[in-house]
Every structure is written in C-alpha cells, then in structure tokens.
C-alpha cells in the first residue's frame, strides 16, 4: 500500500529565507506525487503535482519541488518565503487511478518577521 | 474555473441528530467526487468515493450506515451524518473530479461539524 511521510510537522522561518519542505512516499513504482497547501478554515488548493517527465516541477506562488526516485522523496521548495505563505502543506501520492489519494501528514509552516 | 462549494460551512447540532452536508461543483460537471474527514492537526482520511448515479465506495472502518453519501446530479454530492454523536465531530471535506480534468481534484472548503 502506498504512504506519505512528512517528517516535519511543525516549521517556522523567517520572511524571505527559503523553505524546503520533506515529504517522503512508499511505493512501488512511481506515483503521481501532489503538493497541497491549506490555510485556516480553507480547503485545500493544489500547488504541483508530479506525473512523470522533468523531475523538477514548478508550482503556483513560486514553488517548485523535486522528485527523486532514489530517495523516494518529493520536496517542496521556495527561495524566498513570504508572510502568506504560512499554512498547512500537506504532501499526497495517487497510487496509479486518481481514485484513491493518500495524504501524508501535514507540515505546518510558520512565517516570523 | 473548477470551483466546488460547500454548505454548510459550519453546523452544530445535538447529539442523536442528523445533519447534511452539501457539496457541490459550481463550474464543471464532476464525475466523481470524494468524502474526506480531517482531525484536528492530523491529515485528511478517504472517508468514500461516489461516482454520479451509482453507489459510493466506502474505505474501510467507515460506516456505510452512518455516514450516507448520494450523488444524484453531476453537480451536487451530500454526505449526510446520521445520528450524530461527539465524537462524529470534524472537518468534512469534499472534493470533485472530471473525466476532463483527470488528473486534479479540486477541493472544498470544508465543513465543521461539532456535535453536542
């Protein structure tokens, strides 16, 4: 069965640091790897996702992540982090149909001036 | 485009009671749409999955009986708690898809539900 692993659940950094946000999946080919981002009280809105081809992926609000099938990993990347960037960041993985979406944990992120 | 809503956004209701969420897509036709409950600062759990006209697909440990789910139109899912109790309450987040839009699932706002 495929899982996620975030294994930070809580981030803090200051505006305009960069991020890097680990999310680690387990399976056995390669999945389509999704990035999620979800502010309080709000659903979730996609950042990238990851079907095959280039391994770095641009997103939405200047994020990019990279996979690395070696490491079985997906990281989530931002040069410069922004005050509204703070909110959950949940990693997810679909196995191969879009039917069955497994979202790792969460990572909360928090922005400091 | 490929908005979905919510409604309520928030309820709260007594113990023994039913309540029903609505989930609807309000710019594209979805196909299938899926239930998810979210704990506080835990992820998202795969509640079911129903496809427009057919029966929903329940993950195991949820309860089909309790937690209906009817997709009657290719815009409108609701997940209907029945007989509600504390520890029913949560964040139920709805998502859509197309056959047009395969490869994404839009998401809801979410809706919370605290049960007295």
């Known amino acids: 069965a495929q899982s996620v692993t975030q294994p930070d659940i809580h981030i803090t950094v200051s505006e305009g640091a960069s991020l890097e946000l680990r999310c680690n999946y387990s399976?056995?080919?390669?999945?389509?790897l999704f990035w999620y981002v979800q502010s309080p009280g709000q659903g979730l809105q996609l950042l990238l996702k990851y079907f095959s081809g280039d391994t770095l992926v641009q997103g939405i609000k200047g994020f990019e992540a990279e996979f690395k099938r070696s490491q079985s990993s997906f990281n989530l990347r931002k040069p410069s982090v922004h005050w509204s960037d703070a909110a959950e960041y949940f990693c997810?993985?679909?196995?191969?149909?879009?039917?069955?979406?497994?979202f790792g944990t969460g990572t909360k992120l928090q922005v400091i001036p | 485009g490929a908005v979905v809503s919510q409604h309520p956004s928030w309820v709260i209701c007594k113990s023994g009671t039913s309540v029903k969420i609505e989930c609807r897509s309000l710019d594209f036709q979805a196909t299938t749409m899926f239930w998810y409950r979210q704990f506080p600062k835990q992820s998202l759990m795969l509640m079911a999955t129903s496809n427009e006209g057919s029966k929903a697909t329940y993950e195991q440990g949820v309860e089909k009986d309790k937690f209906l789910i009817n997709h009657a139109s290719l815009t409108l899912s609701t997940l209907t708690v029945t007989s509600a109790h504390p520890e029913d309450s949560s964040f139920y987040i709805c998502?859509?898809?197309?056959?047009?839009?395969?490869?994404?699932?839009?998401f809801g706002p979410g809706t919370r539900l605290t049960v007295l």
């Open positions: 997810a993985v679909d196995a191969g149909g879009y039917q069955k979406v497994t």
């Open positions: 399976y056995g080919a390669t999945p389509y």
């Open positions: 998502s859509a898809t197309s056959t047009g839009l395969w490869d994404e699932q839009f």
